[in-house]
């Protein structure tokens, strides 16, 4: 019944931007904090941002500080993330997940994910 969705990846030019998007049927947003993660060819994947379920409050992995940002929607059930001054090693598929706390998604107790948007950052 849970089902996170995520669109929003494409091909982009480094330096470009491009919005992602998880959205959510089965379970409210509101109650979770949602996670993004990437994985490219041959890496592990790799946390990327989260978000708060109490006071949206947002955290960031050092590579991508600065340049993405996490937010939610409430109304539409919807979590983003921004990502601006786009590096080829950001390249990978992009994945939301949803856990009940922030300290869940870290830990990886994930309740569910979405199957993934493909991000490729290349001129």
């Known amino acids: 019944q849970l089902q996170l969705v995520e669109s929003g990846g494409g091909l982009v030019q480094p330096g470009g931007s491009l919005r992602l998007s998880c959205a959510a049927s089965g379970l409210t947003l509101v109650y979770y904090a949602i996670g993004w993660f990437r994985q490219a060819p041959g890496k592990e994947r790799e946390g990327v941002a989260c978000i708060s379920s109490s006071d949206g409050s947002t955290y960031y992995a050092d590579s991508v500080k600065g340049r993405f940002t996490i937010s939610r929607d409430n109304a539409k059930n919807t979590v983003y993330l921004q990502m601006n001054s786009l590096k080829p090693e950001d390249t990978a598929v992009y994945y939301c997940?949803?856990?009940?706390?922030?300290?869940?998604?870290?830990?990886?107790?994930?309740?569910?994910w979405g199957l993934g948007t493909l991000v490729t950052v290349s001129s």
């Open positions: 997940a949803a856990a009940e706390t922030v300290a869940a998604v870290v830990g990886g107790y994930l309740e569910v």
